[in-house]
């Protein structure tokens, strides 16, 4: 079975000090202060609005990240100018979304199937420069497939529809939750790296992370909100136990805690 790492998301670090307009609080000290609590790595999106992260944290996280030797992984929509901004910082890993300028948050997974031409050559560029590349899909085989022949190395899963049927106790909560599963046997076995995330709060992580072929989930608007009412290195470090102790023992409810 794979380890499994967490990627602590430090976006809305940034949304909080925007909100003031001011430096206050830096999301490079969240990002230390996750590494030192149970975070493998920092993921941050840089959004082609700056809505939170800007330019100037990911060059602050790309040189903490090679400080620390903690990888980053960089997320953002496949433009020109993102392209340039990787290629310029060379995070470990780049995971591409779709992003829309209206969305609250990243809506659905990335159309591979449909931008095959596109991607492939892009996909490409960001590898030679030695940065792993993700791709956010939804589970679903079509998308799996044309990740594998755009050449990326690891597909992150979206698991923002279960978790949020999960909460809304609708009853495709279930079929959703198989549609993860079975998207993540079917990946890792034609050679892909699975990632998971999106949407995971304490309930909903233990059943993803009892999946054994995923490797690496991504948290953030639920750890960073729990940070309010009991800080953040308590609640990287419940979530951190609760990935684990499924992991180990499997989790065959939402609840693994
Ligand atoms: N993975 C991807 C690709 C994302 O876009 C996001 C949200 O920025 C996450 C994981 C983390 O989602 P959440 O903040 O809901 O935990």
Redo the contacts with the bound molecule.
Sequence with gaps: MTSLRLGV?I??VATIRNARGEGYPDPVRAAELALGCGADGI?A?LREDRRHISDHDIAQLAELSRRRGSPLNL?MAMTPEMEAKALTCRPHAV?L?PERREEV??EGGLDVAGQQDRLAPAVSRLRAAGIRVSL?IEPDLRQIEASRLVGADVV?L?T?AWCLAVRERKVEAEARFQALKSAAFEASGRGLEVHA????DYDTVGRIAALPEIAEL??????IGEAIFVGLGHSIGRMRKLMDQARSTGATSEVAA
């Design positions: 998301n976006d809305h993921t999106h997320e995971c979304v948050t990243t956010f992150e979206h923002g995330g999106h949407g995971l991504n948290i953030g608007h639920f750890l």
